[in-house]
């Protein structure tokens, strides 16, 4: 799929769910909780963080109330309005905080611009060509020794309690397969995607969770000194 496609029809469809997200996506949860553990908020005070493909911004407000400053990128439109609603709700100083429509393979800030990424289930809606580009985006957004935190399902299959068959990932693949719009995520392999693409991160912490039968995986990495 081209870039202009995904990210025209990842639009369309993330306006459309932006009102029942959060009780469509409550399985998400305790992943987005695992992502925030490692993005440390109890050692973490005044640093700028970006989450990519924020959606209805769960974790921008906690790693906001934590005593940070947060920037949340979004293609949906119906997504960001969401995210700045919650914040609005819970965060009494707006300057913390900057929300905003942008694509991750365009990210419209400066190199060395924050100290820790966080992108969770929202890699694995690109293509590869695609996610490498993000990628190098992360690498000049993030300052050296800076974190990234990465969050998706996995191609791992070591979690899978049937994996004699295989079922579970042969299953949801059909689905992504048949119907893309719906099933739009799809396992990858995150670290081996990381560690082949992107030559100024280096992985520190991977985790296999259990997922349904699948697998997610959560690598944080530290940016290289320039
Ligand atoms: C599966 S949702 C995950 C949302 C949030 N990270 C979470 O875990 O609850 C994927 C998000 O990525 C956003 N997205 C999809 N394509 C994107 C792109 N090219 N650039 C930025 N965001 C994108 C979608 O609008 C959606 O909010």
């Known amino acids: ?19 029942c997200y959060d009780c469509w996506s409550s399985w998400e949860k305790p992943y987005l909780d695992h992502a925030l553990k490692l993005v440390d908020l109890t050692h973490t005070r ?3 963080v970006l989450e990519i493909g924020c959606g209805t911004g769960y974790c921008l407000e906690q790693i906001c109330l934590a005593g940070n400053s947060v920037t949340g990128i979004d ?10 609603a919650r914040l609005q709700r819970t965060i009494e100083n707006p300057e913390t905080y900057n929300i905003m429509c942008a694509s991750a393979a365009q990210l419209p800030f400066p190199i060395n611009a924050f100290d820790c990424v966080l992108v969770c289930f929202t890699l694995e809606l690109f293509p590869v060509e695609t996610i490498i580009t993000v990628l190098g985006q992360i690498e ?27 079922c579970p990932m042969k299953t949801y693949r059909g689905c ?18 990381i560690s082949n693409h992107a030559p100024e991160l280096t992985p520190i912490d991977v985790e296999i969770l259990p997922f349904y039968g699948l697998s997610v995986e959560s690598v944080v990495c530290k940016r290289k000194k320039r």
């Open 1 to 19: 799929m081209r870039r202009d496609v995904q990210e025209a029809t990842a639009r369309e469809n993330y306006n459309r769910l932006a009102k």
């Open 75 to 84: 293609i949906s439109e119906g997504m960001v309005q969401k995210s700045i």
């Open 176 to 193: 992504h397969s048949c119907c893309p719009n719906v099933v739009d995520c799809r396992p990858i392999p995150l670290l081996t995607l």
């Open 46 to 48: 005044n640093e700028f």
């Open 140 to 166: 000049n957004v993030l300052k050296p020794g800076g974190r990234l935190v990465a969050v998706s399902m996995s191609t791992d299959d070591s979690t899978d309690q049937c994996r004699c068959c295989g």
